[in-house]
């Protein structure tokens, strides 16, 4: 302890200062110089190891044809489209509801999918048209509701007056190229 003493007081106010500045110094680097060096080594290796991959190829034109031709594969051509109006029907049979006459309308694009839009005016219980509604969602996944309209006479009435709008979306025939 003498030896200290001594040793401050040779150093005087000023190296006693500037003593303590150095260790403030050296705890300074260990605590934020030295992790933020570690920090910006690592970040250069992760730059570096950026650039040495290779670099991100698009895919082809010929990739998406055929990534577009599978898309279109999962719909079926529109020369199906009495069997999947006859599937409709008989979702509605089992439903047991009661089908008027209905308004149907193709519409051909020049590129793309085709939609078969169908408006069925149908009169059963809530139970039934709900029932129906999601029955033709499971076994026609081509298939989209695009509106459903209820419509009750009085509040006591049991059986309901819907309105359910559809669309099955085929993709176009084999002869549509020609046209």
Same mark, same amino acid.
């Given at each position: 302890?003498?030896?200290?003493?001594?040793?401050?007081?040779?150093?005087?106010?000023?190296?006693?200062?500037?003593? $303590?500045?150095?260790?403030?110094?050296?705890? /300074?680097?260990?605590?934020?110089?030295?992790?933020?060096?570690?920090?910006?080594?690592?970040?250069?290796?992760?730059?570096?190891?950026?650039?040495?991959?290779?670099?991100?190829?698009?895919?082809?034109?010929?990739?998406?044809?055929?990534?577009?031709?599978? /898309?279109?594969?999962?719909?079926?051509?529109?020369?199906?489209?009495?069997?999947?109006?006859?599937?409709?029907?008989?979702?509605?049979? $089992?439903?047991?509801?009661?089908?008027?006459? $209905?308004?149907?309308?193709?519409?051909?694009?020049?590129?793309?999918?085709?939609?078969?839009?169908?408006?069925?005016?149908?009169?059963?219980?809530?139970?039934?048209?709900?029932?129906?509604?999601?029955?033709?969602?499971?076994?026609?996944?081509?298939?989209?509701?695009?509106?459903?309209? /209820?419509?009750?006479?009085?509040?006591?009435?049991?059986?309901?007056?819907?309105?359910?709008?559809?669309?099955?979306? /085929?993709?176009?025939?084999?002869?549509?190229?020609?046209?």
């Amino acid at each position: 302890m003498k030896r200290l003493n001594a040793w401050l007081i040779r150093l005087r106010a000023a190296g006693v200062l500037g003593v $303590g500045v150095l260790l403030a110094c050296a705890g /300074f680097y260990l605590s934020a110089v030295a992790p933020a060096e570690r920090e910006l080594a690592a970040q250069r290796l992760a730059a570096e190891r950026l650039r040495t991959r290779s670099p991100h190829q698009p895919a082809s034109a010929d990739g998406r044809g055929e990534q577009l031709r599978r /898309f279109y594969g999962l719909f079926p051509p529109v020369e199906t489209l009495t069997d999947q109006l006859e599937q409709l029907y008989g979702i509605a049979r $089992g439903a047991q509801l009661e089908l008027s006459h $209905g308004e149907y309308r193709l519409e051909k694009r020049n590129a793309g999918l085709w939609s078969y839009r169908v408006v069925l005016p149908v009169r059963g219980t809530y139970p039934q048209i709900r029932g129906f509604v999601a029955s033709v969602l499971k076994a026609m996944p081509v298939a989209s509701v695009d509106g459903l309209r /209820f419509e009750r006479k009085r509040a006591v009435d049991t059986q309901i007056d819907a309105q359910v709008r559809l669309t099955i979306h /085929f993709r176009p025939g084999e002869d549509a190229d020609a046209r």
